[in-house]
């Protein structure tokens, strides 16, 4: 019973800890689909690979978002049509490139500065190499969300040559991917006047928060399970 309830505990401080970083990324998600002109967002974000890596992990230190907040954010910037090495390398590097972790990490090992400088620079190397890998890949949208997927172009793939790009996602091109009943959120959206864009907004809120809520909740279940019922050892052994 003690240890049902300290999960049941452990579980509330999780979600109570996790919930305002989530709603700051779904907020900050809901105003890039509100207030921000996707052409002109994929204008001024690199096109080369290597670029949009960077600027995706540097993204990461202006929206100082947690794991918890950088996913709405990511899939936003997907869905508005930016580079899939933007929005991964972002995805990866939020969670530390941003002032509020570089201070926590000096804070706690202010005597070893090198540790900081490290955390940094091996989070952007990460962030860097996988949206790169990520962006090797011609077509990404067998494995996204159909809503998420349709914002993103086909692949054009020249007559007689045998499709390419999609070896490591392992996709079957025997069937062609169905995204009818789908359909992109249109830039139009930044037309509308003020009130109607913040209903928008809020509605957006509402609906990513019921989704993403629902993977922090069972998220949080998991981790007070594993805290509570798996030994310590077994964990710092692994």
């Known amino acids: 019973m003690n240890q049902l309830l300290s999960a049941f505990t452990l579980f ?3 979600l109570v800890e996790a919930i305002p970083f989530l709603m700051m990324g779904v907020l900050l998600s809901g105003a890039l689909l509100i207030f921000v002109d996707e052409r002109k967002l994929i204008k001024i974000l690199p096109k080369n690979p290597f670029l949009g890596s960077l600027a995706g992990s540097l993204l990461g230190f202006m929206f100082p978002v947690c794991e918890c907040g950088n996913v709405p954010v990511a899939r936003r910037l997907i869905s508005q049509g930016a580079p899939i090495s933007v929005a991964v390398s972002f995805l990866l590097a939020a969670p530390t490139i941003n002032p509020v972790v570089i201070w926590a990490t000096w804070t706690a090992f202010r005597d ?5 400088v490290l955390r940094v620079v091996l989070s952007l190397a990460n962030a860097v190499i996988i949206s790169m890998i990520f962006s090797t890949q011609k077509d ?3 494995i996204l969300k159909p809503n998420i997927a349709i914002a993103l172009p086909a692949p054009k793939v020249k007559a007689g040559v045998v499709p390419t790009g999609t070896f490591f996602l392992g996709e079957d091109r025997s069937q062609p991917l169905d995204l009818s009943g789908y359909k ?3 830039n139009q959206i930044i037309t509308k ?5 913040l209903n928008l907004l809020l509605d957006n ?15 949080s279940a998991i981790a007070a399970i594993i805290q509570v019922w798996v030994p ?6 692994l």
């Open 12 to 14: 509330l401080s999780l």
């Open 112 to 116: 070893q500065p090198e540790i900081v």
């Open 140 to 142: 990404l949208r067998p």
């Open 184 to 186: 992109t959120e249109s």
């Open 193 to 197: 006047s003020l009130p109607d864009r």
């Open 205 to 219: 809120t509402l609906a990513e928060m019921r989704e993403l809520g629902a993977i922090l909740v069972f998220g």
């Open 232 to 237: 310590r050892d077994i964990i710092l052994n």
